[in-house]
């Protein structure tokens, strides 16, 4: 973190009417780093991403790249690849002269434009689809076509705005490997715009989770998911379980909390807060554990199983605890377990996180 | 078989109105016209024996007696005055001087009801080019009506020339209809192609304003709109006053009775021909086809050329042509606000179907009319054909 940012968005807002889709946004991303925006649609995350590629004009702020403002350079001027969820092929040119395009711009050597262009469809593995049009291939195919002829002209910074959201499920995964990869082959910056958070978490470096125009929180997958800061940012990335409780007493660090029904429990706050606070304890269903007896649990607390679902990698079950219902996600090999079954769930202090609601 | 049949049948039902609506009101005008260009009937029917007979003459002299005898008897069995009338019309159309030939011939047949040497009551009847012209007019069917379409004629030896220059002027005004039409095409194209790219560069209630704009004048009487213009384009009226407040010219510029009128007036009326087939177009091309472009180093205007340009040029060539052909067949805006050099081919063929009542020559120019806009069609057909098939 000691490198100067390569992109910088400072007080950054866009204004729609009266609606403020970003507002007053600060963000910096550096050189060769995987930056996700995240967020559900309206967020406002695509408007950033189009005022980084120069499609939209900030209402106020400025964004930087490299140190210079970026704010008055026409998007022909900026060297940035953008790779739209639509693809954006032109449908009159084959694959190859699609390719070609942003090299023509720039006046490449026709000799130099055919080897680049067969380098990098080589790279995006669709040799031997030069000649086609874009409608003569299928959805994944186009995709990396779009792809092929974003990176072929080495742009600074590769703008990506939900690029997999059309393709379905296997070609997804597929893809979301085959973009890690020349990120990190080839050392690109890339900026990701997508609404889906596994897709985020599998391809991030950081990811900047979006709501209402401005960022709630940015950091690592890990970061978001295990240590989510806000109500929004925990319901949001995966699932969890949300529990009102009242601050009890600790350092922001480790401290303890206590149920409406005046069980203490011990849980980790990224905050230190009066005694009394009301805050929720978000709580994942992987990090519920289960046990026929209170021995050997953490924060045990006894509990009723009203179902138990079968998802084939894991066990699925709805617990109630003190009139509250909590989901659990537990390993298969754990002894079976009926509908109304009376155990005991407990879980890792490190595991629960104190959210202000 | 039957039950096959059975919802075949109750289909085919379904279309008959249909079908028997362009049946009486499409095709069979349209085949009466063709008709009319080429049939010629007046002197086959009533001087039948004399057709009968002229058709097998070599067309050399002396001019055969059964030939003579059948014409005698032609006027004598022809007692109704209209259709002697109409013989006389059409043969003094083809040879002048016919008219009174007939008149002295009529006179001497009706004075006695024996054998008559023709020759001795005028001794143009000893000439062979009279005989001619029966003969050329005795056949049911006649060319005349549409080489005189394209100014030719044929001469005294049938052969095909073109017509002195003062008796016809119908390539000249083929000629002016083609430059007019070409006219009106391009200032369609000019003003509507941006047009429609900003049309689809917009939506909401901004797009339904603006597709209104080229939708409404659509919905108005043609007739109206062009006598709006006809009292816009005055030469104290909205345009002129505006140019001479702004200071732009002093005395008005003549548009109403001039070429620019018509032009003007016409493209205006045509532009929603335009705009429609390529903002259609432009609608089912993706939105960020310029934005990335743009991304991909292309300059506006570049991109414009490369992507934006040919990607409509579907909708610019089926504009382009659905303006050209209605344009040729223009009758109302170029009567009305155009000079009597503005006059395009319809008002030739009107003048000829409703004023000299010639039904042969307004068919013939109709049939002229018809086959350039069906190679018009044909053309297009073909280019948009090999399009689809490298798209």
């Known amino acids: 973190m000691t490198e100067q940012p390569y992109i910088e968005f400072r007080k950054v807002s866009k204004v729609f009417g009266s609606l403020t889709v970003v507002d007053h946004l600060d963000l910096t991303i550096n050189k060769g780093e995987f930056v996700s925006l995240l967020g559900p649609s309206g967020s406002g995350k695509t408007t950033l991403l189009m005022m980084l590629a120069g499609f939209e004009d900030?209402?106020?702020?400025?964004?930087?790249?490299?140190?210079?403002?970026?704010?008055?350079?026409?998007?022909?001027?900026?060297?940035?690849?953008?790779?739209?969820?639509?693809?954006?092929?032109?449908?009159?040119?084959?694959?190859?002269?699609?390719?070609?395009?942003?090299?023509?711009r720039r006046g490449v050597a026709k000799a130099e434009i055919a080897e680049r262009v067969n380098r990098v469809l080589e790279m995006v593995q669709l040799p031997d689809?030069?000649?086609?049009?874009?409608?003569?291939?299928?959805?994944g195919q186009q995709q990396r076509v779009a792809l092929a002829r974003t990176l072929v002209f080495e742009p600074n910074v590769v703008l990506m705005d939900e690029p997999l959201g059309a393709l379905d499920k296997n070609l997804r995964e597929q893809m979301q490997y085959d973009i890690r990869r020349l990120h990190r082959d080839l050392g690109l910056t890339i900026v990701?715009?997508?609404?889906?958070?596994?897709?985020?978490?599998?391809?991030?470096?950081?990811?900047?989770?979006?709501?209402?125009?401005?960022?709630?929180?940015?950091?690592?997958?890990?970061?978001?998911?295990?240590?989510?800061?806000?109500?929004?940012?925990?319901?949001?990335?995966?699932?969890?379980?949300?529990?009102?409780?009242?601050?009890?007493?600790?350092?922001?660090?480790?401290?303890?909390?206590?149920?409406?029904?005046?069980k203490d429990l011990e849980v980790t706050s990224p905050v230190t807060l009066f005694r009394g606070t009301e805050v929720l304890l978000s709580l994942r269903p992987e990090h519920i554990e289960l046990g026929d007896s209170a021995e050997g649990l953490e924060n045990a607390m006894p509990a009723r199983i009203s179902d138990v679902v079968y998802q084939g990698d894991h066990l699925r079950a709805d617990i109630e605890v003190d009139g509250t219902k909590l989901v659990a996600r537990l390993g298969r090999h754990l002894p079976p377990h009926d509908p109304g079954d009376e155990v005991f769930i407990g879980f890792r202090p490190q595991n629960a996180r104190v959210i202000l609601p | 078989m039957t039950a096959r049949l059975g919802p075949h049948l109750k289909a085919s039902a379904l279309v008959l109105p249909l079908v028997l609506f362009l049946a009486l009101f499409f095709v069979w005008p349209i085949i009466a016209m063709l008709k009319q260009s080429v049939s010629d009937p007046v002197v086959h029917n009533t001087l039948s024996q004399t057709s009968a007979i002229a058709a097998q003459w070599n067309g050399k002299a002396p001019v055969p007696a059964a030939l003579q005898d059948a014409l005698v008897a032609d006027i004598r069995a022809t007692t109704d005055r209209q259709e002697m009338g109409a013989v006389v019309r059409r043969l003094n159309s083809a040879k002048s001087g016919f008219r009174t030939l007939m008149r002295?011939?009529?006179?001497?047949?009706?004075?006695?009801?024996?054998?008559?040497?023709?020759?001795?009551?005028?001794?143009?009847?000893?000439?062979?080019?009279?005989?001619?012209?029966i003969a050329q007019a005795s056949s049911p069917y006649t060319d005349r009506y549409l080489l005189a379409a394209l100014d030719y004629g044929r001469d005294k030896h049938n052969q095909i020339v073109a017509l002195p220059e003062d008796a016809s002027a119908n390539r000249t005004i083929l000629a002016r209809t083609f430059v007019i039409s070409l006219s009106v095409m391009l200032s369609c194209l000019a003003i509507g192609l941006p047009f429609a790219m900003v049309i689809a560069s917009t939506s909401g209630w901004l797009r339904n304003v603006l597709l209104a704009a080229v939708l409404l004048p659509l919905w108005t009487s043609l007739l109206v709109r062009t006598t709006a213009w006809f009292i816009i384009l005055q030469n104290n009226g909205l345009i002129n006053s505006a140019l001479q407040a702004l200071g732009i010219t002093d005395q008005p510029i003549p548009l109403i009775f001039e070429r620019t009128g018509v032009i003007i007036a016409m493209t205006h009326v045509l532009l929603p021909f335009m705009v429609l087939p390529i903002y259609s177009v432009l609608l089912s091309m993706p939105g960020n086809l310029m934005q990335a472009a743009s991304s991909l180093g292309a300059h506006p205007i570049v991109a414009f050329l490369k992507v934006m340009l040919p990607l409509s040029a579907r909708g610019i060539a089926s504009g382009s042509l659905l303006v050209f052909m209605s344009s040729i067949g223009y009758y109302i805006t170029p009567a009305l606000i155009g000079g009597p050099s503005d006059q395009m081919i319809s008002s030739v063929i009107a003048f000829y179907a409703t004023e000299s009542a010639n039904w042969g020559m307004a068919g013939a120019l109709g049939l002229v009319l018809l086959s350039i806009t069906l190679l018009l069609y044909v053309v297009y057909g073909r280019l948009s054909a090999e399009k689809k098939g490298v798209a």
């Open chain 1, 58 to 104: 900030p209402t106020a702020g400025d964004i930087l790249l490299g140190g210079s403002v970026l704010n008055r350079t026409p998007p022909y001027k900026r060297n940035m690849g953008v790779v739209f969820q639509n693809y954006a092929l032109f449908p009159h040119l084959s694959v190859a002269e699609n390719i070609a395009f942003p090299l023509k």
């Open chain 1, 129 to 139: 689809q030069s000649e086609k049009l874009p409608s003569q291939l299928s959805g």
């Open chain 1, 192 to 262: 990701f715009v997508t609404h889906d958070q596994s897709e985020a978490l599998t391809m991030s470096d950081r990811i900047a989770v979006f709501n209402h125009g401005k960022i709630e929180q940015i950091g690592t997958p890990q970061d978001i998911y295990d240590r989510p800061n806000t109500h929004f940012v925990a319901e949001f990335i995966g699932e969890t379980n949300l529990i009102p409780v009242k601050y009890r007493e600790g350092d922001h660090s480790r401290c303890s909390v206590t149920t409406k029904t005046g």
């Open chain 2, 104 to 133: 002295k011939t009529r006179r001497a047949i009706r004075k006695t009801d024996g054998p008559i040497n023709l020759g001795e009551v005028d001794k143009r009847w000893n000439e062979v080019a009279w005989w001619h012209t």
